[in-house]
């Protein structure tokens, strides 16, 4: 029960941040294609630091290895799937 009423102010909180402030609540969102993300691991024979490098260079902003293996988590997609589709 009490960790539906932090919930619930939290909720509360973050919505009154949204409405008042006019300010984006939490990181940038990158807007780098899952495209270029599959395209560089593929060069770098699948490892995330290099491609981190890879996309940094090529965008122009910092990303990191988990950043990498974070967007193709959420893709749902296999390495091979990916490899195939590429």
């Known amino acids: ?3 539906e009423s932090i919930r619930q ?5 973050m919505e009154y ?10 990181r940038k969102r990158y807007d780098i294609p899952f495209a270029n993300i599959c395209k560089a691991m593929i060069i770098t024979d699948w490892h995330p630091t290099p491609a ?3 996309i940094s260079k090529e965008f ?4 990191s290895p988990g950043f990498i293996t974070t967007r193709i988590k959420r ?3 296999t390495k091979e799937e990916i490899i195939k589709d590429s």
């Open 52 to 54: 981190a490098k890879l």
């Open 17 to 26: 941040a949204r409405e008042h402030r006019g300010r984006q609540i939490g």
């Open 60 to 63: 122009g902003r910092t990303v």
């Open 75 to 77: 893709s749902g997609k």
């Open 1 to 3: 029960m009490e960790s």
């Open 9 to 13: 102010l939290v909720n509360t909180d």
